[in-house]
């Protein structure tokens, strides 16, 4: 190894020199022997590379080999045409493929020829080429990844760096192998030309100058032109049977040999099945020695994989076992503990084929949609749904959970459908009685025969995922306010920025925080107003932060410059049917409001509060049996205050000023409520 570049280059020079310099007959058959060595050396070693820049010299290996090839069939040429001798080591090869028959042996030549050429050489030839091409083309891509992992902080300088060399080099050494294999294409060639020479001239000094007959010249030089061709083909089929395994590897992380073995013979089922079919040949008549030992040999191949995967499968329960109890005494796998999912879906086992794509469920979809038409009608960003199973929970049901707590629940019944009544249907139809979910309607199940029935009566018919899709985007609505936090509202704030810089820039961080503007989403959030425009919000909130600190006071501002989408809204049509406050009664309720530094409450006797209520029921119960939207409106000052009265009765009962309700709505006053 100390002397080993100076050996190589003596080595290439003396490769040149035999072209010129004759050598001895004793001396060829040795180096003839060599080439044949280096020939296997190097197909082996392809065999054994994991990666082709593990051999990244072949490119000049094939190069040097091809040209010591030529060297000695040149070599051999002369010793043939001017004594029509070569060697032992050619005429023992020429002999045994003929084996006394010229002719039949000089066609099996002629056919390893055509192999070595049309198959092996031209294959590698073209596989060579299309791997330099397409390695070229990824290289942009694969630079831009190291580029990407770079910036992530997923790898460092120097992992950066060792990773684009590796590309450069992947993509010289396939340019390389791409015009390597033109030598072995070329070497090729130059075997058959020089097969026809051996035979041509052979013949014409054998009958012209070495007084031979027909028949010996046929014997003698057909034995050495064969030898000769067989002693040059034989190494260069091993090397371009080399070429090919070195540019065909990939997708790989072991050598040839060991990935045949695992990706060929790694399921027992196909073991059995070609057992089988060679078992049926044999029966159908062909030679059934040959098939029945092949089908054992696979019976017994598909018999020991299976019992492998059975012991692994065995061995590896107990490793699992192990390995979680292991990951759950680690102290830091304590902190996600800790976490608490902003909105959960736990449901039965019977509900998993609705989450399971595989099975056909769309949950997921649908839970997306969720998420956009949140985003559509309340302008929130809502948190990523967690799903669960649950074996504690019956299988048809599932449970809604708000940080962890839970807030609603629901049961399904597959294979059937709910059908609710919306008030318009004509008819009777047979199922099971039972509760909408989401808004608390009675209902039926009804299977698949009632189905039709139902929607010609006038049923509203829908099918399971639905429901739990309505009942859990009913829920977000509902929590909207609890769900929507100071990181969401940042988010919220940085896209507005992108188009209105200068209106962030005023308010934010200098005149209010994150903090307070998140309590006036809150606020609004919590009485089903949309945030959507949040560039009005963020504007008023600049108007009127410099007025009042009070993040509810604030909120009837923008509440009022919401006027026209509040309106639309919860104001369906024309006129508008609400249900109005007594001025005496306004003036009550301005009376007992009492200011402190943590904000602003009513103080009224609880006769007084409940006298009010009383009065409002009644109201709120002549509305609804006109079949309209309960609705008050008061006076802006008194809004507050009322709706937060009205929740001791219900929290979804619409309070409105009159500052907020569009001046082009027509309003009719179908009741007062009074004192």
């Not at 067989?230 to 990939?250: D, Y």
């Not at 707590?405 to 318009?424: C, K, R, S, W």
Request: glycine content about 6%.
């Amino acid at each position: 190894m100390k002397f080993g570049d100076a050996i190589v280059t003596l080595a290439v020079v003396a490769i040149v020199a035999i072209i010129i310099i004759p050598i001895p007959l004793g001396v060829l058959d040795v180096l003839l022997s060599f080439n044949v060595a280096l020939s296997l050396l190097i197909m082996v070693k392809a065999m054994y590379t994991e990666e082709a820049l593990e051999f990244s010299i072949f490119p000049s290996i094939l190069l040097i080999a091809t040209l010591f090839r030529l060297a000695l069939n040149i070599t051999t040429t002369r010793w043939i045409l001017s004594s029509g001798t070569a060697g032992s080591l050619i005429e023992t090869f020429g002999s045994f493929v003929m084996q006394g028959n010229a002719i039949v042996g000089f066609i099996a030549f002629l056919i390893i020829i055509v192999v070595q050429f049309m198959v092996i050489t031209k294959g590698s030839e073209r596989v060579s080429e299309v791997a330099a091409r397409f390695t070229l083309d990824a290289m942009p891509g694969k630079q831009m990844a190291i580029d990407a992992d770079l910036n992530a902080g997923l790898i460092d300088d120097q992992e950066a760096r060792e990773r684009r060399k590796k590309v450069q080099k992947e993509a010289d050494f396939y340019g390389a192998m791409d015009g390597a294999s033109k030598f072995v294409k070329g070497d090729a060639i130059a075997g058959i030309i020089i097969t026809i020479i051996n035979i041509v001239a052979g013949f014409a000094i054998g009958m012209l100058t070495g007084n031979l007959d027909f028949i010996s010249t046929l014997q003698k030089y057909t034995i050495l032109t064969v030898g000769d061709g067989l002693v040059s083909q034989i190494p260069a089929l091993l090397i371009s049977t080399g070429t090919g395994i070195i540019v065909t590897r990939a997708a790989s992380e072991g050598n040839l040999g060991s990935d045949l073995i695992e990706q060929l013979f790694n399921n027992h089922k196909i073991m059995f099945i070609i057992s089988g079919v060679l078992v049926f040949f044999a029966i159908a008549g062909l030679p059934r020695v040959p098939f029945v030992l092949l089908a054992i040999l696979f019976l017994y191949l598909g018999i020991n994989l299976r019992k492998a995967v059975i012991r692994a499968e065995t061995e590896a329960v107990p490793d699992e076992i192990t390995e979680i109890a292991d990951e759950k005494r680690k102290p830091e796998n304590v902190m996600p503990l800790l976490n608490v999912d902003p909105i959960e879906l736990e449901f039965g086992y019977g509900i998993i084929p609705l989450a399971d794509v595989s099975q056909g469920g769309d949950l997921f979809d649908r839970l997306v949609m969720i998420r956009r038409q949140c985003a559509l009608e309340l302008g929130i960003i809502v948190p990523m749904f967690r799903l669960r199973d649950n074996i504690q929970l019956e299988p048809n049901n599932y449970i809604i959970k708000i940080k962890g707590v839970e807030i609603a629940q629901g049961e399904i019944m597959f294979d059937h459908y709910l059908a609710m009544n919306p008030g318009t249907a004509d008819g009777e139809i047979e199922g099971i009685d039972t509760t909408e979910p989401a808004f608390g309607l009675p209902a039926k199940w009804i299977n698949e025969e009632e189905r039709e029935k139902a929607e010609i009566f006038g049923y509203t018919v829908v099918d399971p995922p639905s429901i739990i899709a309505t009942h859990l985007t009913e829920i977000v609505k509902r929590y909207a306010h609890e769900l929507l936090g100071r990181q969401d509202v940042k988010k919220i704030i940085d896209n507005v920025k992108e188009n209105h810089p200068a209106l962030v820039e005023e308010l934010v961080p200098d005149q209010m925080s994150i903090g307070e503007i998140q309590k006036v989403l809150y606020n609004l959030l919590k009485e089903g107003v949309s945030i959507r425009d949040m560039v009005t919000i963020l504007e008023t909130l600049a108007d009127y932060c410099n007025i009042t600190r009070d993040t509810d006071m604030l909120t009837e501002y923008v509440r009022q410059a919401l006027g026209r989408a509040i309106t639309k809204q919860f104001i369906a049509g024309q006129p508008a049917k609400v249900i109005t406050i007594d001025q005496q009664l306004e003036q009550k309720i301005m009376d007992s409001i009492q200011q402190t530094d943590k904000g602003s409450y009513i103080e009224m006797e609880p006769d007084l509060v409940q006298m009010i209520l009383n009065n409002l029921s009644h109201q709120i119960q002549k509305l609804v049996n006109l079949g309209e939207q309960p609705v008050i409106i008061t006076a802006p000052i008194v809004r507050l205050y009322l709706k937060r009265l009205t929740e001791q009765l219900t929290s979804d009962l619409t309070v409105l000023s009159y500052n907020e309700v569009d001046p082009s709505v027509e309003i009719e006053s179908i009741g007062m409520v009074r004192i």
